[in-house]
T-cell receptor, first 114, second 116 residues
């Protein structure tokens, strides 16, 4: 199984540009999450989804948008990139019911906005 | 409020030393789950262990062991005979499970350096 995959692995954006970070999981997990991790810091939740068509904000949603049209995919959209969005972005997924409840993570996307 | 505290920001040990990473949590839930994750220098996040609130048995996996004590709201992680490959940031997390609002509350992590 591939687990959680993310593309791209690295990206450099200019201020004001937009991009979409892709995330796909093949474990049939209902829950999916987007986190950002700033250098030397912990994880901050951006958005999450409890299933196709349902998304909700995390603690740092400003400047981002998400959609969940399928169980497998959970793309994260950055509009009007700003230097403050320079970070490593992780996508994760977990099961809905009966466990296990742990989140499985993709390898991350390292984004630099200059 | 739900909270996870990892008071040790950085720990440095010499190879073969034992080291314990502390995790203290706060929750009002009677049913909850605790997790440990490892983030090596390569950057990926690796799930290590899950423990539910009804199971206070300690767990051992090779050189790793976990001590869960509800009385002190702690879920500590011990590495025995540490190795250089154990160098990583370790995160403790608490599952907030209010209906469909299933999110992890993360500690800030403990950076462990194991020196040869």
């Amino acid at each position: 199984n591939a687990g959680v995959t993310q593309t791209p692995k690295f990206r450099i954006l200019k201020i004001g540009q937009s991009m979409t970070l892709q995330c796909t999981q093949d474990m049939n997990h209902n829950y999916m999450y987007w986190y950002r991790q700033d250098p030397g810091m912990g994880l901050k939740l951006i958005y999450y989804s409890v299933g196709a068509g349902i998304t909700d904000k995390g603690e740092v949603p400003n400047g981002y948008n998400v959609s969940r049209s399928t169980t497998e995919d959970f793309p994260l959209r950055l509009e009007l990139a700003a230097p403050s969005q320079t970070s490593v972005y992780f996508c994760a997924s977990s099961s809905l019911s009966g466990g296990p409840y742990e989140q499985y993570f993709g390898p991350g996307t390292r984004l630099t906005v200059t | 409020a739900q909270k996870v505290t990892q008071a040790q920001t950085e720990i440095s040990v010499v190879e073969k030393e034992d080291v314990t990473l502390d995790c203290v949590y706060e929750t009002r839930d009677t049913t909850y789950y605790l997790f440990w994750y490892k983030q090596p220098p390569s950057g990926e996040l690796v799930f290590l262990i899950r423990r539910n609130s009804f199971d206070e048995q300690n767990e051992i996996s090779g050189r790793y062991s976990w001590n869960f004590q509800k009385s002190t709201s702690s879920f500590n992680f011990t590495i025995t005979a540490s190795q250089v490959v154990d160098s990583a940031v370790y995160f403790c997390a608490l599952l907030q499970n209010a209906g469909n609002n299933r999110k992890l509350i993360w500690g800030l992590g403990t950076s462990l350096a194991v020196n040869p």
